[in-house]
């Protein structure tokens, strides 16, 4: 069978792969970029709603903060290609970015097919060979080249090889976990593979009866509570109940810690909102009991009014036992008590979506094996990786893409560096 030769093959056509792709070519590396998909860039033209959050403005240190799996890993990739440089890849491409709250990046044109067939007109302007609807089985590791197996069992040749075949989130996307194994093969450790920013599952009984689904509450402080009631982590932002247990973004951000804690053997963690960040608690009770005083005869209910969502009033009024009755009548406990509640209500989360459901997979390749300034392994030459399969996960909000295309340009200028050397 004839065996066709390449500098640098990339498996996986995701933004770490496309990005890998193009820099290996610009870097005068015969390329290759092989899918198993019909189409390339699939999952990066979902991110972002359809509108491909590209990157993020956020200062550098800011965004390694926002991924909070082994971010600092990146900072001698970012070094050499940051989000900064995304952003004038991108403009350089002819892609026109505008940036939206919290520093997230998308394209004017508001649609995620611009920046994917920016990426494909620049393969095809550096004459990068693409092959789509073609399955990788295999590598075979050899010391002078590779071999890339095909399902259709057929041999490529190639210098060096860009693991960019993502992880296994979303896998109608094409990310099926394919690629841990062939990092196996050539002895990387794959740490543990878990959901990040994914929904939870709780199976409190206003979860259960479906109390307060499809509320959504703004701009909440949402914490992770460890089994000594300490707060891990909050994040101030949206949040959602649904008929299974919570979403949104706050809850996305929170997730990971709460998976972990789950994997520690934990059956259940509690989680708490602060319905109010901006005020204090003491300020809070004698501001209303103040109120309260002053008007005595006015129901409980037209007191608090609007201080949250009427829902969510409601169901903390029913939870603290207050009915709609005149203020007179309540006793100040249960308005400390309810007052606590709109700072402190605490419930309890027992697992979360699968792994196929969530935005990003945790764990991956180990990048205790990667070097960081080229993204090749420490134990095999000629082979390199970038993107989700590593062990690098962020919030979303553009991190991970950041992270895809960062690792994504390093690997594929070392890889051609390598392959002509
Ligand atoms: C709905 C959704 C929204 C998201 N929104 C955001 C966001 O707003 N901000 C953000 O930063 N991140 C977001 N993400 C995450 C982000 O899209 C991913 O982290 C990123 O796409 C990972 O890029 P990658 O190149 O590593 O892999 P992927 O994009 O997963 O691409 C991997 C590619 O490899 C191919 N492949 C896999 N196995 C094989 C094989 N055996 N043979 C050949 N090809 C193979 C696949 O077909 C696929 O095309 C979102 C994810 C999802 C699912």
């Given at each position: 069978m004839k065996q066709l030769t390449y500098q640098v093959t990339v498996l996986g056509g995701g933004p770490s792969g496309l990005m890998a792709a193009i820099a290996a070519a610009e870097n005068g590396a015969k390329t290759l970029l092989i899918d198993?998909?019909?189409?390339?860039g699939k999952k990066l033209a979902i991110s972002g709603g359809g509108r491909c959050n590209v990157t993020n403005r956020l200062p550098q240190d800011e965004v390694i903060k926002h991924?909070?799996?082994?971010?600092?890993?990146?900072y001698s990739a970012f070094s050499i290609f940051n989000n900064y440089d995304i952003i004038d890849f991108f403009e350089g491409l002819g892609v026109a970015l505008k940036e939206e709250d919290h520093g997230r990046m998308f394209p004017v044109s508001n649609s995620a097919k611009s920046v994917v067939n920016a990426l494909l007109n620049k393969l095809d302007e550096l004459g990068v060979t693409i092959m789509t609807d073609t399955p990788v089985e295999a590598i075979d590791y050899g010391t002078e080249s590779h071999f890339i197996i095909l399902k259709s069992k057929k041999k490529i040749e190639t210098k060096t090889v860009i693991?960019?075949?993502?992880?296994?989130?979303?896998?109608?996307?094409?990310?099926?976990?394919?690629g841990y194994a062939w990092a196996k093969k050539a002895g990387h450790i794959i740490t543990d593979l878990y959901p990040t920013e994914v929904p939870l599952l709780s199976n409190e009984s206003f979860i259960k009866t479906k109390s307060l689904q499809g509320l959504a509450l703004r701009d909440v402080a949402l914490s992770v509570l460890n089994n000594k009631n300490k707060v891990i982590v909050t994040h101030k932002m949206d949040m959602l109940f649904t008929h299974f247990g919570v979403s949104g973004p706050a809850v996305l951000r929170c997730s990971q810690f709460v998976v972990k804690e789950l994997m520690k053997g934990n059956k259940q963690v509690t989680m708490e909102i602060d319905s109010l960040p901006s005020e204090n608690d003491q300020e809070l009770y004698n501001k209303y009991i103040k109120i309260m005083d002053e008007n005595p005869k006015k129901n409980v209910k037209n007191i608090f009014k609007?201080?949250?969502p009427e829902r969510y009033l409601d169901f903390l009024l029913t939870k603290n036992d207050i009915?709609?009755?005149?203020?007179?009548?309540?006793s100040r406990e249960k308005i400390r008590n309810l007052v606590h509640d709109f700072k402190h209500f605490k419930f309890l989360v027992n697992g979360s979506q699968p792994i196929e459901k969530a935005f990003v997979t945790g764990?991956?390749?180990?990048?205790?094996?990667?070097?960081?300034?080229?993204?090749?392994?420490?134990?095999?030459?000629g082979l390199y990786f970038c993107g989700e399969i590593l062990d690098i996960h962020g919030y979303t909000g553009g991190y991970n893409i950041t992270s895809a295309m960062v690792t994504g340009r390093v690997a594929g200028m070392n890889a051609a560096w390598e392959s002509l050397a």
């Amino acid at each position: 069978m004839k065996q066709l030769t390449y500098q640098v093959t990339v498996l996986g056509g995701g933004p770490s792969g496309l990005m890998a792709a193009i820099a290996a070519a610009e870097n005068g590396a015969k390329t290759l970029l092989i899918d198993k998909g019909n189409k390339l860039g699939k999952k990066l033209a979902i991110s972002g709603g359809g509108r491909c959050n590209v990157t993020n403005r956020l200062p550098q240190d800011e965004v390694i903060k926002h991924i909070p799996g082994n971010g600092r890993f990146l900072y001698s990739a970012f070094s050499i290609f940051n989000n900064y440089d995304i952003i004038d890849f991108f403009e350089g491409l002819g892609v026109a970015l505008k940036e939206e709250d919290h520093g997230r990046m998308f394209p004017v044109s508001n649609s995620a097919k611009s920046v994917v067939n920016a990426l494909l007109n620049k393969l095809d302007e550096l004459g990068v060979t693409i092959m789509t609807d073609t399955p990788v089985e295999a590598i075979d590791y050899g010391t002078e080249s590779h071999f890339i197996i095909l399902k259709s069992k057929k041999k490529i040749e190639t210098k060096t090889v860009i693991l960019a075949v993502g992880g296994k989130a979303v896998p109608y996307t094409g990310s099926t976990g394919d690629g841990y194994a062939w990092a196996k093969k050539a002895g990387h450790i794959i740490t543990d593979l878990y959901p990040t920013e994914v929904p939870l599952l709780s199976n409190e009984s206003f979860i259960k009866t479906k109390s307060l689904q499809g509320l959504a509450l703004r701009d909440v402080a949402l914490s992770v509570l460890n089994n000594k009631n300490k707060v891990i982590v909050t994040h101030k932002m949206d949040m959602l109940f649904t008929h299974f247990g919570v979403s949104g973004p706050a809850v996305l951000r929170c997730s990971q810690f709460v998976v972990k804690e789950l994997m520690k053997g934990n059956k259940q963690v509690t989680m708490e909102i602060d319905s109010l960040p901006s005020e204090n608690d003491q300020e809070l009770y004698n501001k209303y009991i103040k109120i309260m005083d002053e008007n005595p005869k006015k129901n409980v209910k037209n007191i608090f009014k609007g201080i949250v969502p009427e829902r969510y009033l409601d169901f903390l009024l029913t939870k603290n036992d207050i009915d709609d009755e005149k203020t007179a009548n309540i006793s100040r406990e249960k308005i400390r008590n309810l007052v606590h509640d709109f700072k402190h209500f605490k419930f309890l989360v027992n697992g979360s979506q699968p792994i196929e459901k969530a935005f990003v997979t945790g764990g991956g390749v180990s990048t205790k094996e990667v070097i960081p300034n080229t993204m090749q392994s420490k134990f095999m030459n000629g082979l390199y990786f970038c993107g989700e399969i590593l062990d690098i996960h962020g919030y979303t909000g553009g991190y991970n893409i950041t992270s895809a295309m960062v690792t994504g340009r390093v690997a594929g200028m070392n890889a051609a560096w390598e392959s002509l050397a």
